[in-house]
Each structure stands twice: as structure tokens, then as C-alpha cells.
């Protein structure tokens, strides 16, 4: 298996590197894992909304980010354009 990840594409390498380690943070915080947590169908269902909503305001971030579309993040450019000019 070491030989195959090796030889795996960087970047689903560094993707599979990141589950791992999540899971791994998960398991020391909430002492199991998904196999051994039984929660409510529901409740699964709650978490999924919530996990899927954090990531559409994580994406409306970095749309606004990248299209300068952010009065915050427009006002915090300009100032850091104004102190390398002064600097």
C-alpha cells in the first residue's frame, strides 16, 4: 500500500493525507469513529447541513476574495497598498 501512495498523484496524495489526519484529530477528540458513533439518522442529517453550509459561506469568501467584490476586504487592500507605498 506505501508503494501505491507513493506513486499516486500529489495532489490526491495530499487529499488522502488530510482525511487521514482528520480522522485521526476526530477519533482522539470524540473517542471513535464513524463505524462506532450512533447517532440518530437524523442527526447525521443536521451535521451534513451544517457542514454543507459552512462550506457555501467558505466559498462565498474566497468568490468575494477573488473577484474584490468585499467592501472589508477592499478596505483592508487599499490600506495595505497605502503602507508599502509609505513604507
Avoid: C
Avoid at 499516486?8 to 496524495?13: A, C, K, N, T, Y
Avoid at 439518522?41 to 453550509?53: K, R, S, Y
Amino acid at each position: 500500500m506505501k508503494d501505491k501512495f507513493k506513486e499516486m498523484d500529489p495532489i490526491l496524495s495530499d487529499v488522502l493525507v488530510k482525511i487521514i489526519n482528520r480522522y485521526e484529530e476526530g477519533r482522539k477528540k470524540y473517542g471513535g469513529s464513524m463505524e462506532t458513533n450512533h447517532k440518530p439518522l437524523v442527526t447525521w442529517i443536521l451535521d451534513a447541513q451544517e457542514e454543507a453550509i459552512d462550506f457555501v459561506v467558505y466559498l462565498e469568501k474566497v468568490k468575494k476574495l477573488l473577484t474584490g467584490d468585499s467592501n472589508y476586504d477592499k478596505l483592508y487592500l487599499q490600506k495595505s497598498k497605502q503602507h508599502r507605498n509609505v513604507s
